[in-house]
Nanobody, 123 residues
Framework: QVQLVESGGGLVQAGGSLRLSCAAS???????WTWFRQAPGKEREFVAA????????DYTDSVKGRFTISRDNAKNTMYLQMSSLKPEDTAVYYC?????????????????WGKGTLVTVSS
């Protein structure tokens, strides 16, 4: 069984930066790590993904050039560096894992979820 714990959320002004962390316990080595977010009244959406080796990443268009996903396998931890934050980035951010070979774009394909961390960007 895998457990995920996110941290690093908070309140930041537009244009600011935050770094989210997702610490995992259990066997995660070959899994794809992802970040999703859910804004109030909206569906959970894909933000970014990184493969098991860290050599391949993907982002939703709205965060490209502003967010960077990374992972430290030795620490079993994933990060999301968020810069140039906008009010529309306000959401609960979740980390999730999915098995290799499955899509990482859809929430229903995830095997494990964290409980989320709230990011609020003020204008």
């Amino acid at each position: 069984q895998v457990q995920l714990v996110e941290s690093g959320g908070g309140l930041v002004q537009a244009g600011g930066s935050l770094r989210l962390s997702c610490a995992a316990s259990g066997r995660t080595f070959t899994m794809t790590w992802t970040w999703f977010r859910q804004a109030p009244g909206k569906e959970r959406e894909f933000v970014a993904a990184i493969n098991w080796s860290g050599g391949s990443t993907d982002y939703t268009d709205s965060v490209k050039g502003r967010f960077t996903i990374s992972r430290d396998n030795a620490k079993n931890t994933m990060y999301l560096q968020m810069s140039s934050l906008k009010p529309e980035d306000t959401a609960v951010y979740y980390c999730a894992l999915t098995s290799v070979g499955r899509s990482y774009l859809y929430a229903y394909d995830m095997d494990y979820w964290g409980k989320g961390t709230l990011v609020t960007v003020s204008s």
